[in-house]
């Protein structure tokens, strides 16, 4: 319940600022959550991003202004946001389907966009299976390439899925899976809010580093830009990600979101979650995912 509560002071907060310069980043500072984080779970709670809010109902309020009052659309334009006229008419028509001139005519069709109310709904009865393990401190050692947050639930970006194809193009992973003995060649792929300045995170493809690893050419991995990657003991939820593709890693975190933790009370924490992509698995199984929680 915590994480529905704290993004519905998040969407308060945008409205009571709508008309100031405001990104995610603030609205998360703003609820003291993690920019990475925020952006996350309001993207899988709300199916779109906080800027992407911002910008529609700021977009919604000018059409409505321009209307109704004798507002310039020049004016609107620098009210809401927008560094030049130009760049406000292509949002606005995008948006609206018309220019801001045409909005200003009478009995113009117009698109609203009102504010979001975030509610708990219990629908009919699923079964989302999971269990909680205690994950003792790991070590890994990955290709690793930072991301920008605004990828996180967008549809369109490919970023991720690109960076998997261009490691196995390249011959990237064989070098780390070649450090494990058959049968033991797990790929992680690791994900990491942890990072300097907050706009990007950090997502590694790697192996774990363990007493059955060879680690005889870890110093030649490292000089040839491979990473280490700790983790430290933390409870994780850990969902098994069934079906034909990669879509169901991101049908599981929806459902973290809008299931599991209203439910259960766990939260998220700002720690390493992460895929096991197992060398050999069960049926339909595309991979684990294992979230990092804490009782709220």
Same mark, same amino acid.
């Given at each position: 319940?915590?994480?529905?509560?704290?993004?519905?002071?998040?969407?308060?907060?945008?409205?009571?600022?709508?008309?100031?310069?405001?990104?995610?980043?603030?609205?998360?500072?703003?609820?003291?959550?993690?920019?990475?984080?925020?952006?996350?779970?309001?993207?899988?709670?709300?199916?779109?991003?906080?800027?992407?809010?911002?910008?529609? /109902?700021?977009?919604?309020?000018? =059409?409505? !202004? %321009?209307?109704?009052?004798?507002?310039? $659309? @020049?004016?609107?334009?620098? *009210?809401?946001?927008?560094?030049?006229?130009?760049?406000?008419?292509?949002?606005?028509?995008?948006?609206?389907?018309?220019?801001? /001139?045409?909005?200003?005519?009478? =009995?113009? !069709? %117009?698109?609203?966009?009102?504010?979001? $109310? @975030?509610?708990?709904?219990? *629908?009919?009865?699923?079964?989302?299976?999971?269990?909680?393990?205690?994950?003792?401190?790991?070590?890994?050692?990955?290709?690793? /390439?930072?991301?920008?947050?605004?990828?996180?639930?967008?549809?369109?970006?490919?970023?991720?899925?690109?960076?998997?194809?261009?490691?196995?193009?390249?011959?990237?992973?064989?070098?780390?899976?070649?450090?494990?003995?058959?049968?033991?060649?797990?790929?992680?792929?690791?994900?990491?809010?942890?990072?300097?300045?907050?706009?990007?995170?950090?997502?590694?493809?790697?192996?774990?580093?363990d007493e059955e690893t060879n680690t005889s050419d870890l110093d030649k991995l490292l000089a040839d830009g491979y990473?280490?990657?700790?983790?430290?003991?933390?409870?994780y939820a850990v969902f098994k990600c069934m079906g034909t593709n990669g879509d169901c890693i991101g049908e599981t975190?929806?459902?973290?979101?809008?299931?599991?933790?209203?439910?259960?009370?766990?939260?998220?924490?700002?720690?390493?979650?992460?895929?096991?992509?197992?060398?050999?698995?069960?049926?339909?199984?595309?991979?684990?995912?294992?979230?990092?929680?804490?009782?709220?």
């Open positions: 319940m915590k994480s529905a509560q704290l993004i519905q002071q998040a969407i308060c907060y945008m409205e009571e600022h709508l008309l100031e310069d405001i990104n995610y980043e603030d609205v998360a500072k703003s609820i003291y959550m993690s920019s990475y984080n925020f952006h996350r779970t309001f993207s899988f709670m709300a199916d779109m991003t906080a800027n992407e809010y911002i910008r529609n /109902r700021r977009l919604s309020l000018a =059409g409505q !202004e %321009l209307q109704s009052t004798d507002i310039s $659309v @020049i004016e609107a334009a620098y *009210k809401y946001g927008y560094d030049t006229p130009e760049s406000f008419s292509k949002a606005f028509s995008r948006f609206h389907g018309v220019s801001p /001139r045409q909005a200003k005519r009478k =009995g113009t !069709e %117009l698109h609203l966009f009102n504010p979001l $109310v @975030i509610k708990i709904i219990v *629908k009919g009865g699923s079964i989302m299976n999971y269990r909680i393990d205690r994950w003792s401190g790991k070590k890994f050692i990955a290709m690793v /390439r930072a991301f920008p947050n605004e990828i996180i639930n967008d549809d369109n970006d490919h970023s991720i899925p690109d960076f998997w194809e261009e490691c196995h193009k390249k011959n990237l992973l064989n070098p780390l899976l070649s450090l494990r003995s058959a049968g033991k060649k797990d790929l992680y792929g690791l994900c990491s809010p942890a990072v300097k300045n907050e706009t990007h995170f950090n997502y590694g493809i790697g192996v774990i580093v990473s280490i990657w700790v983790t430290k003991p933390m409870d975190w929806s459902k973290f979101y809008k299931e599991f933790v209203p439910q259960t009370g766990y939260e998220q924490t700002d720690d390493t979650d992460f895929e096991i992509y197992f060398e050999t698995g069960e049926q339909g199984l595309i991979c684990e995912l294992w979230i990092p929680v804490k009782k709220g």
